[in-house]
């Protein structure tokens, strides 16, 4: 099976790449992020539906974590897009009662109000690079001094994996004990940094192949579970190293669902790898010692009401004589809106650190009734 991403893949990262420019939240100039979306597409059409679009590397540390709920204890760019997400579905599901939807359709339940996607209808996920964890430990490995990766590959010492009588193993921190596959990893993957309770998102993803990203509320109204059909990742094909793309592919695979195949049926995504470059990856920015990741994420859902009658904007204005698709992405306009206002169809926010930017620390503790995520 191939590792790449099909022309159509990429023109939708390039896609999302150009809501992403048009948001214009960017690191500064020294500093690094990691770009998630989610997406939705049709048997029918060539075209995609962004959903939500997250940015971020940080998480609080378990010194610091949000017990009211005034700050995102987890700020990477896949788990808030994946808020994102959640956030349009429950509200697709307010505009279907209202107008109806492309997207979803309701079940024919008089007792329940149950939902699904339409026939046709998958979700995608994309990310700029592999997700941390335990599908990343040997890409990153790859590309560190020698010494270092020996260090992590280490059994013994601080942050060492520990099995129990049953045989059961306690999580790892971070990128330790990178010779070990299938273990659950805390954030982040840096030894200096304060240690969390935040589970990395090789194992968050992978929890979705098994249980669905719709979460407790989410599996009131959409009882079969919403998944993840295939999965678009960004920088290993940048490599240009082809025994490590392999590697790289049969990490993805076994950590973001295939290592749960013992005992529990799953709705595997596939995953592929796209050659399409993120501005503001850590690769394109280079390893300097200067260079370090932002502490500032964005979080976007669209909010554009669906109409049925009106089709989706393709995506890219031509193909070339040859065939393939020439990835030239128009400007992301949302349906009901001109190409200048086209990131007010969405909601926005950003965060630093996990709280609200803007937000005196005095007023962290307030909780509103109209949270963003």
Avoid at 75 to 88: D, F, K, M, V
Avoid at 171 to 198: C, E, I, M, Q
Wanted: hydrophobic residues 35%.
């Amino acid at each position: 099976m191939t590792h790449t991403s099909t022309s159509y893949d990429d023109v939708h990262v390039a896609s999302i790449h150009a809501l992403y420019h048009q948001l214009k939240i960017y690191p500064q100039s020294s500093q690094y992020t990691v770009l998630a979306a989610f997406y939705l597409t049709q048997d029918t059409s060539p075209d995609c539906e962004i959903i939500s679009l997250g940015t971020g590397t940080k998480c609080l540390p378990e010194t610091r974590i949000a017990f009211q709920g005034e700050a995102v204890n987890d700020s990477h760019a896949e788990i808030l897009a994946r808020r994102g997400a959640l956030r349009w579905l429950l509200e697709e599901i307010i505009r279907e009662k209202d107008q109806g939807s492309q997207w979803i359709e309701r079940l024919q339940d008089v007792q329940h109000h149950h939902y699904r996607f339409r026939e046709g209808i998958q979700l995608h996920l994309y990310i700029s690079t592999v997700p941390c964890g335990d599908a990343s430990t040997r890409f990153l490995a790859a590309f560190q001094d020698p010494e270092i990766a020996s260090l992590k590959d280490s059994s013994h010492g601080v942050g060492a994996v520990k099995v129990h009588s049953e045989g059961i193993r306690t999580a790892a921190r971070g990128r330790d004990n990178y010779h070990l596959f299938n273990v659950l990893r805390t954030k982040p993957g840096r030894a200096d940094s304060p240690p969390t309770l935040s589970l990395s998102c090789s194992d968050k993803i992978a929890s979705w192949s098994w249980l669905g990203i719709q979460g407790t509320l989410g599996a009131y109204f959409f009882q079969r579970g919403i998944y993840i059909s295939k999965i678009v990742i960004g920088e290993v094909l940048r490599s240009e190293d082809i025994d490590l793309t392999r590697i790289v592919s049969v990490d993805c695979k076994r950590a973001l669902g295939g290592r749960l195949d013992a005992r529990y049926s799953l709705h595997k995504p596939v995953v592929v790898f796209t050659p399409v470059p993120f501005l503001h990856s850590r690769f394109t920015l280079g390893s300097g010692a200067a260079t370090t990741s932002s502490n500032e994420s964005l979080c976007w859902y669209a909010n554009t009401p669906p109409s049925p009658r009106i089709p989706p904007r393709p995506l890219w204005s031509s193909i070339s004589s040859d065939g393939n698709t020439k990835i030239q992405p128009l400007s992301v306009t949302r349906r009901g809106g001109d190409q200048e206002n086209s990131s007010h169809n969405g909601n926005m926010q950003v965060l630093i650190n996990g709280y609200k930017r803007g937000t005196s620390p005095k007023h962290r503790q307030r909780v509103k009734d109209d949270k963003f995520l």
